[in-house]
């Protein structure tokens, strides 16, 4: 009956339960190393996190895609660009 109790008990650990008990079970390099990960992903932009995490682009660039690519290429060896600070003050930001 004991084991039953205790196998219910590690199922009903929650999430926050088994990080403690991880945590316990870290030697003190390894701690230190976490909470360095953890400190740098406090200050991480999430935003900037999720586009350096997202999956590659695996379908296939279209004619039409490319062409467009080209055609953008080619203003940019002409010069036709605008800067971001241009932008802004053309959209008054």
């Given at each position: ?29 390894e ?56 932008i ?6």
């Open positions: 009956m004991v084991r039953t109790e205790q196998r219910y008990a590690a199922r009903a650990m929650t999430a926050k339960d088994k990080l403690r008990q991880a945590v316990e079970d870290l030697s003190e390099l701690a230190e190393a976490t909470l360095a990960y953890i400190a740098q992903r406090r200050e991480r932009d999430p935003v900037v996190e999720a586009f350096e995490n997202a999956p590659l682009d695996d379908e296939p660039v279209t004619e039409e895609e490319e062409r467009a690519l080209e055609e953008s290429r080619e203003a940019y060896r002409r010069g036709e660009t605008y800067t971001a600070e241009q802004r003050q053309e959209l008054g930001l």
